[in-house]
C-alpha cells in the first residue's frame, strides 16, 4: 500500500491532525467490523473515499509500518513508516484520487492472530502509480473482539504493473479452462503449454499416461507441430475454489473424437496473480449397461 503520498500534507498540517488520529487509534468503539477482511476492506474504502472517519481504530495502538524496496546499491531495504501521517495523507487527499486495488487476498488465522498476503495495484487518478504486495498482521487484543492492524510490511515497483481482473474466479476458471482446449484445437503449442505451472501434471486415458510437463510436451510436441493436436469442447463445467489458498478445481463433462470425456483439473496462482494448470485428468466415461462389453474387450476376451 501506498505510504508516500502524492498529496502529502505540510508538517504543520500533519502535526495538527496526529492528535486526532491517534485519538482515534485508541477508540475501539468506532471498529464495527466481523473479521480481518473487514478490517482491510474499511481500510481501503476509507482510503478510496479520504475519508479517514474511524480508519485510526482499525490500527491497534502498537501498529507499526513498513516498506520493503530498492536500494541505490541495487540491493533491497526496509523503511519504517509513520502511520499517522499516512492517514494525514489520506484525509488531505479528494475522493477517487487514491485507489488500492487488491488483486486477491490469500487470509490464514489462529485465535486472535491473522495473516493477509495481498498483492495490489495503486491508482492515482486513474492512472496505475505503482504496484507490489502488502503483509499484513491482524490481532484480536484483549476482551475486545475487534481485528486491529498490528503491522504491514509493502513492496513497491513501477514496472510489471497490471489492473486487477475483476471477473469473479469461477469465471477465470472457466476462461481458463476454455482458452486452454482451444489452444489444442488450433495447435498452438506456445499457448497451450504457458497455461500450464512448471510441475503441472497430466494424467491422460491410457494407463501410462502419467505425465509431467516435459513428458506431455514431447508426447504431444509431434501433433501440435503437424497442426493437428486435439479438439475437446466443454459441454459441462462445474468450478469450485478455496479463496484462502488460491486454489481452484474443476470438473467437466468434454465432446472428443473418442466420445464423450471426462476431465478434472486443478488450477493454481503463480507469483503474478495468474491463474495456471496444475493438475489435469483425462478419463474416458462408458455407460454402465456398456462396461461389461467394455471390460472384455480390454481384457481381450
Known amino acids: 500500500m501506498t505510504r508516500e503520498n502524492p498529496y502529502s500534507c505540510q508538517n504543520n498540517r500533519i502535526r495538527m491532525l496526529r492528535p486526532l488520529i491517534f485519538l482515534l487509534l485508541l477508540s475501539p468503539g468506532l471498529v464495527a467490523q466481523s473479521g480481518p477482511a473487514e478490517t482491510l476492506t474499511r481500510l ?77 495495484t495503486f491508482v492515482l487518478k486513474g492512472e496505475v502509480h505503482h504496484c507490489g504486495t502488502n503483509a499484513f498482521q491482524l490481532v484480536r487484543d484483549g476482551t475486545d473482539p475487534s481485528w486491529r492492524i498490528l503491522n504491514i510490511v509493502d513492496t513497491r515497483r513501477t514496472e510489471g504493473c497490471t489492473e486487477v481482473d475483476t471477473l469473479p474466479v469461477p469465471r477465470r476458471i472457466d476462461a481458463l479452462a476454455t482458452a ?17 505451472t512448471g510441475d503441472a501434471i497430466f494424467i491422460g486415458t491410457d494407463p501410462g499416461e502419467h505425465w509431467n510437463k516435459e513428458q506431455f510436451l514431447a508426447f504431444a510436441g509431434p501433433y501440435f507441430a503437424a497442426g493437428k493436436a486435439w479438439d475437446f469442447t466443454a459441454t459441462e463445467r462445474h468450478v469450485f475454489y478455496d479463496a484462502h489458498d488460491d486454489v481452484a478445481w474443476w470438473d467437466e463433462l468434454l465432446d472428443t473424437w473418442m466420445g464423450a470425456c471426462r476431465g478434472t483439473g486443478v488450477a493454481t496462482r503463480d507469483a503474478a496473480g495468474q491463474w495456471k494448470i496444475a493438475h489435469y485428468t483425462l478419463s474416458l466415461t462408458i455407460p454402465n449397461d456398456q462396461m461389461e462389453a467394455v471390460r472384455q474387450a480390454v481384457a481381450g476376451e
Open 180 to 196: 486452454w482446449h482451444r489452444a489444442a484445437a488450433r495447435a498452438d503449442s506456445a499457448a497451450y503449454f504457458d497455461l500450464m
Open 44 to 120: 481501503f474504502d476509507g482510503m478510496r473515499r479520504g475519508d479517514t472517519t474511524g480508519m485510526g481504530a482499525l490500527f491497534h495502538p502498537a501498529a507499526t509500518l513498513h516498506s520493503v524496496s530498492a536500494t541505490a546499491a541495487g540491493g533491497q531495504g526496509v523503511q519504517q513508516g509513520d502511520i499517522g501521517a499516512w492517514l494525514a495523507g489520506v484525509a488531505a487527499a479528494q475522493a477517487g484520487d487514491l485507489d488500492e486495488q487488491l488483486h486477491y487476498t490469500q487470509l490464514r488465522t489462529d485465535a486472535g492472530l491473522a495473516t493477509a498476503w495481498t498483492p495490489y
